[in-house]
């Protein structure tokens, strides 16, 4: 589980295509600190699995680490278009004693949204975004949802000019700084992930409403 709260811009320094698989190796420093194999790190907001880590340099300091993702991780998000030199979003799993700095977030990607416009400020930058059509339900105005790993309060929901779903975000000096959406730009794809309990929630009130067993 995460929180939302990007820790550091990672790079991809490696993107190696193996048919029905990918191996990525990304380039990193605060989230290796502790890293171990098999623990897990949000990549724009999808949960990969750390295989190994290693130094790319004779300090011994690791500052490299990869990841195996799988055909369906491939086909769910943006992670298929990823090249060597991009800049990823990263943020390791919490801990019982990690603040909840933004909301439950369990980097399982529910789809694929892109950027449509932004309209730059004094002090925020207001950003729209389409989303598919199947998780507009989820969204709502002052929800939460999650943008490439970013924890993000959804400001308006909406419709483009060309009938798409869409939402906004308001986006601080802070994240357009410290996270990928600073550099995202109009025609971008961006991994969504709706919040988890209205999922439940949906759930739970049609089992009760049909009288269905869960």
Known sequence: MFTGIVEELGTVEHFEDQGDAVRLTIRAEIVLDDVRPGDSIAVNGCCLTVVSAASSTETGEVDLWTADVMQETLDQTSLRGSRPGDRVNLERAVTPTTRLGGHIVQGHVDGIGQVISRSPSEHWEVVEISMPPTLAKYVVDKGSI?????????????????????????????????????????????????????????????????????
């Not at 798409?164 to 794809?189: N, Q, Y």
């Not at 999922?199 to 009760?208: F, Q, S």
């Open 146 to 214: 999650t943008v490439d790993g970013v924890s993000l309060t959804v400001v308006s929901t909406g419709s483009s000019s060309e009938g798409h779903d869409t939402f906004t975000v308001s986006l601080i000096p802070e994240t357009l700084a410290r996270t990928t959406l600073g550099h995202r730009r109009p025609g971008d794809r961006v991994n969504l992930e709706t919040d988890v309990i209205a999922r439940h929630v949906e759930k739970l009130v049609g089992i009760h409403a049909t009288g269905a067993r869960p």
